[in-house]
């Protein structure tokens, strides 16, 4: 069912927002409010993927009745209350009729309809989220994937909403439901995804992250249109992805983890749905960084090597090098010294091959400067701190200038290696510097970095050199 066809079975009244589940969620913000919907989930056996964004559907009244699943865990989280108590409309006002097929999205005329999107316990789910190089390994993320293709508020919303970026498509046009959307629209998202990216490099993600859901909202607004022409309808697909990818990794530098879990499973089906594997590599390389970082190794390497699979016949060899780089993480995350090295290796030696027409053009990032120091990364996360303060040091003098978010990175991998490795008056002057570009750089995960580095030279605070950087660390606010 396409969305033109849902479109037409949409109530006429706009939706009203549920004041009562607002007022339940408190002073927790809409993440913390879904973790402790999942957390809730989980002690009752259910298994659902809430996130922000769900709460934010939830609240704005898009959602007018919750599957059973979530229902169970409502109830659950608030006994004694009701779904009306919960400001709900009763499931006999939503049940078999097209309403909720305009609701639910186009997955509703599927069997099983007691079950709609989000449930996953014992129904058939065309985007399910079983881990595809772990089919053992079930993720939380489902109606995040087929939320990828739901229906939405139509071009009109996309329109508006492509705006903090200084974006905006023709919202006359699209409010005309007969024009086809075409290159000018696709070629908007396409420019989002570049501004974001810029700003990043220049910036950092902590103050993008919140200002980057509402073009990635559009972009998908326009893919539910289903108003595309065949070729700017491939484009859109790899925009749209493309974006969630974008916004995935701002939530990732900014610690929101399962934030950036959902947006990189979402551009995950993207790719597969629209069968774009340089999408679908790309999804699975920003999976696999973010593996690591959350701690979990071994899922890490998986992800790497599925990307690494998926990329071979691109013929991008700057792709696969980061892709091995990415699977290095992994292995020195497992303390697997001989993996590390072996893929470290592989990565040196497709890099060498250089440039090719063939490289994404996401991947401006990668040169010199980010091989060192991904590579530092791999040797810390080992305990060789010798070794990877030299290719932390490479990489800071490498780095172009333009990447001010890098050279900020770069800077304080080589101050933690320096501090762990026993030389705290270097460590402080490199601190230093990162404190400086601070003032420039929004970073969380720069941040976290520097706060260990502080922990570490904490006992040779009365060195001249270390107790500047430690009183000057000490004044800096901290992101929120």
């Known amino acids: 069912m396409t969305s033109s066809e849902l479109d037409s079975t949409q109530p006429s009244r706009p939706s009203r927002p549920n004041l009562a589940f607002r007022q339940l969620r408190g002073r927790r913000s809409p993440a913390e409010f879904a973790a402790a919907v999942r957390r809730a989930a989980r002690e009752i056996g259910e298994r659902v993927s809430c996130d922000a964004r769900y709460v934010g559907r939830v ?27 919960l400001g709900f409309a009763p ?59 739901m229906t939405g508020g139509g071009a009109t919303v996309a329109a508006a909403s492509l705006s903090p970026f200084g974006l905006a498509l023709d919202a006359t046009a699209a409010q005309r439901p007969a024009r086809r ?79 950036a879990r959902s947006h990189y499973a979402e551009a995950l089906a993207t790719a597969r749905m629209a069968g774009d594997p ?36 691109l013929g991008s060899a700057r792709l696969l090098s980061l892709l091995a780089l ?38 401006s990032f990668y040169g010199e400067a980010e091989l060192e120091g991904l590579e530092a990364q791999c040797w810390s996360t080992l305990g060789d701190w010798h070794r990877a303060a030299r290719h932390a040091g490479r990489a800071a003098h490498l780095q172009d200038p333009h990447f001010t978010r890098n050279t900020a990175l770069y800077t304080a991998e080589l101050a933690d290696d320096l501090a762990r490795g026993g030389h705290p008056d270097e460590a402080a002057a490199a601190g230093l510097r990162v404190l400086e570009l601070l003032s420039e750089v929004q970073s969380s995960r720069i941040q976290t970095m520097l706060a260990g580095t502080a922990r570490v030279l904490l006992p040779h605070r009365r060195a001249s050199g270390v107790s500047a950087f430690l009183e000057k660390h000490a004044s800096v606010p901290r992101a929120v």
């Open 59 to 85: 609240e704005a009244g898009e959602i007018r009745c919750p599957n059973y699943a979530y229902e169970r865990v409502f109830l659950h989280m608030f006994p004694g209350r009701t779904l009306t108590d």
């Open 91 to 149: 499931r006999s006002s939503v049940r078999g009729r097209r309403t909720r097929e305009a609701e639910d999205g186009p997955l509703a005329h599927l069997p099983s309809p007691a079950r709609a999107a989000g449930e996953t316990r014992g129904v058939y789910e065309p985007y399910d989220t079983q881990d595809p190089y772990d089919p053992h390994e079930k993720t939380e993320e489902s109606d995040v994937l087929r939320r990828a293709f």
């Open 181 to 259: 959307l075409g290159t000018s629209e696709v070629e908007v998202v396409e420019e989002a995804v570049r501004r974001i990216r810029l700003l990043d490099d220049r910036h950092g993600a902590d103050g993008l992250y919140r200002r980057a859901a509402a073009p990635l909202r559009a972009a998908y607004e326009l893919l539910d249109a289903g108003t595309t022409r065949h070729a700017a309808g491939e484009r859109l697909h790899s925009g749209a992805g493309e974006l969630a990818i974008s916004v995935g990794w701002l939530a990732h530098d900014s610690g929101r983890f399962d934030d």
């Open 278 to 313: 340089a999408l679908e590599a790309h999804a699975f390389c920003n999976m696999s960084f973010l593996a690591r970082d959350a701690g979990r190794p071994r899922e890490a390497v998986r992800a790497a090597q599925a990307a690494q699979r998926v990329a071979r016949p």
């Open 326 to 363: 990415r699977e290095a993480g992994g292995w020195a995350g497992l303390a697997d010294r001989t993996g590390c090295a072996q893929a470290l290796a592989r990565a040196q030696a497709l890099f060498d091959r250089g440039r090719s027409d063939a490289d994404p053009e996401w991947m």
